[in-house]
């Protein structure tokens, strides 16, 4: 018998656990592994867990315990969705629990003082997939070799890990604990650490010190940049330790599942991770599941793919209005479909560009009373009625009701469909001519035809285009839609290209004042309202621009406000400062939220709660119901 200590966990149990001095467990071993533990290329598992596993108790309501085996088969639309299996994995240093609160999970134990100082301790034992120790130096080498090297992030340490541009003190106490220290607050940290795709602060420092010249001889080396066919040892580096991708076989990782395919392939497999840590309290090892099975399809014929039977889990390029289809072939193929709840601000959301180069247009973008009209001029709720059966709600974007933020206001506020009111405010501009189609024209006579860029046309977002479309018809405007790819797309918006673009809304409409009010704040680039004051935040005025309006200037003050209150009210009260700033000004323009979100699940998946949250960020999709400890009811469990 196996004796697996639990750490008394200074945050939150996990999954529900209750912090015990220890247990006793027999260690199971996997069945796909015993050949090879027989053979002796594999040491048996009480070998291969660490001296302290994280034990799940499987005890919420949709959970059991389970046995191993069998393939999880997924339908993505693009070779780089091997970074979603990283995303749905979801094991982190520390992680969100359905009810959103943060716990150890790589981690044994985190100890926080002030908000400053963080210790964290790792768990002794614990190893990387191919079997080597994972420990303090994992953390220095990314620290010191990675993070602070001028050639591998020529801007320096990741943005997320500085505090008003001040990188921590870094600290190696032992082989199994390290500490950051910052001399002002830093409560980005934990929410980051846990988020879908974090800043990895730690990497297998002996996979990557042969791509590092500070570890590798010289001609070594230089063999092996050409031998890639990089230009650079920073470059070959680079290509070899992105934890977050996924799309490196070679690459030691910390997740249940381990890339086996390296791209490009139409089929992507991921096998279970041999020293994964955590277990069940039968003793079992996690993953249950052996093998994740990601097949590349057209993303517009998952929908139709899912249908025939072709995954056990998909939501992802399934929408809303393609839940009547799937249901209908439910029964033949074996699967069940059920609607989860969303977290994000808006279903769609129009985006402004407040930093486009033309210049009228730009002028236009920064006129309040224009956002304003647009967003007047949209029939919310016969959108809901017409595209979404009364289903969703019609809204700003901006948090939604279950947020403990949320105040009616902030979804209203602009969000009644008024044409006359839009039609006093274009005029108070000052747009008064109009051409012979009662085109509103510009200062520069040019007709007010507002170009709404989209990553895609979906039948959904082209619906809800064209009823947007009748509504600006009556104030005399006119909305074409220009549709590309998304790398297109997003550059464009970057470049300043586009004037408006269309998207999904906030990515955390869920928050708690300890959330981060980041999107909502000119702070990054990848916000489609803003992009080149995010850009000029982000690189610490190196690129982008200034923000120069009053209300920019005070987003970033309650931002900063946020960012070093001392307790959970002063985070609050920096929240509602924000929240309502965003209402009032309409930087983007919602439309609906709460649309139900189709899962498709076979019939035989176990531990997949019947309703849930499908989110990005917080809560990595599936991620947050722990798809480790998904399993196959194959009748005899």
């Not at 996990?14 to 220890?22: E, V």
């Not at 985006?351 to 009373?369: E, G, Q, S």
């Not at 200034?546 to 985070?571: K, M, N, Q, V, Y």
Request: aromatic content about 10%; charged content about 25%; some cysteine.
């Amino acid at each position: 018998m196996m004796r697996l200590a639990r750490p008394a966990l200074l945050l939150l149990a996990f999954l529900g656990l209750s912090a015990f001095d220890a247990v006793e467990i027999d260690a199971v071993e996997t069945p796909m592994l015993e050949n090879a533990v027989g053979a002796g290329s594999l040491p048996p598992v009480e070998r291969r867990l660490p001296l302290t596993p994280l034990v799940d108790a499987m005890d919420r309501p949709w959970q059991a315990p389970g046995q191993h085996g069998g393939d999880l088969n997924l339908l993505m639309a693009r070779t780089k969705d091997t970074r979603l299996i990283y995303v749905y994995s979801y094991a982190r240093l520390v992680v969100l629990t359905p009810d959103l609160r943060i716990v150890p999970d790589i981690l044994e134990r985190v100890e926080v003082e002030d908000e400053r100082i963080f210790t964290f301790t790792l768990r002794r034992g614990h190893r990387w997939s191919d079997g080597h120790p994972f420990t303090a130096e994992d953390f220095r080498y990314w620290w010191e070799d990675m993070a602070n090297n001028p050639k591998r992030y020529p801007g320096g340490p990741p943005p997320e890990m500085l505090v008003g541009g001040e990188a921590p003190k870094f600290e190696v106490l032992d082989a199994a604990s390290v500490r950051y220290s910052w001399t002002r607050p830093n409560p980005f940290l934990l929410p980051m650490l846990a988020g879908a795709k974090p800043v990895e602060i730690y990497a297998p420092a002996h996979y990557l010190r042969r791509f590092h010249p500070r570890f590798t001889e010289p001609l070594e080396l230089k063999q092996r940049v050409e031998a890639e066919r990089q230009k650079s040892w920073q470059q070959l580096h680079n290509r070899k330790d992105n934890l977050t991708e996924f799309d490196n076989p070679d690459l030691p990782t910390l997740q249940p599942w381990v890339p086996t395919t390296a791209p490009p392939a139409e089929r992507f497999i991921f096998v279970r991770n041999p020293y994964f840590h955590r277990v069940d309290s039968a003793g079992r090892q996690l993953p249950y599941i052996d093998r994740i099975v990601m097949t590349v399809a057209d993303a517009k014929i998952v929908p139709a793919k899912t249908g025939a039977g072709e995954s056990d889990l998909q939501a992802r390029y399934l929408r809303f209005d393609n839940y009547t289809f799937l249901t209908q072939g439910a029964k033949r193929n074996d699967y069940r479909v059920t609607l989860w709840r969303t977290g994000i601000g808006a279903q769609m959301a129009l985006f402004p560009n407040l930093t486009c180069n033309d210049p009228v247009w730009r002028a236009l973008n920064r006129d309040v009373r224009y956002r304003r009209a647009l967003s007047l001029a949209i029939d919310r709720e016969e959108m809901n009625q017409v595209i979404y059966y009364g289903l969703a709600i019609p809204t700003n974007n901006t948090l939604l009701e279950v947020s403990p933020l949320w105040v009616p206001a902030y979804r209203d506020r602009w969000a009644q469909f008024d044409v006359r009111q839009a039609n006093r405010l274009l005029d108070e501009i000052g747009l008064t001519e109009r051409n012979v189609n009662g085109v509103r024209l510009l200062p520069d006579g040019r007709p007010l035809e507002i170009v709404v860029e989209t990553a895609g046309e979906s039948t959904e977002e082209t619906d809800a285009l064209e009823l947007i479309a009748d509504g600006w018809r009556r104030i005399g405007a006119r909305l074409y839609i220009r549709s590309s790819q998304l790398d297109v797309f997003r550059n464009r918006i970057f470049a300043g290209e586009t004037c408006m673009s269309i998207a999904r809304g906030l990515d955390n409409a869920i928050a708690t004042a300890d959330m981060s009010p980041a999107e909502l704040v000119p702070v990054d680039q990848a916000k489609y309202q803003w992009p080149k004051w995010g850009q000029f935040f982000q690189t610490m005025g190196k690129d982008g621009e200034r923000p120069d309006t009053p209300e920019a200037r005070e987003l970033l003050e309650a931002f900063r406000s946020w960012r070093d209150a001392p307790d959970e009210a002063g985070r609050a009260a920096a929240w509602t400062r924000i929240l309502t700033i965003n209402a009032d000004q309409v930087y983007t323009i919602g439309t609906v939220a709460g649309v139900p979100q189709p899962v498709v699940a076979r019939r035989t998946l176990r531990n997949l709660p019947e309703k849930g949250l499908f989110n990005y960020d917080p809560g990595a999709h599936f991620g947050l119901y722990q798809p480790a400890s998904f399993w196959f009811d194959d009748g005899k469990g």
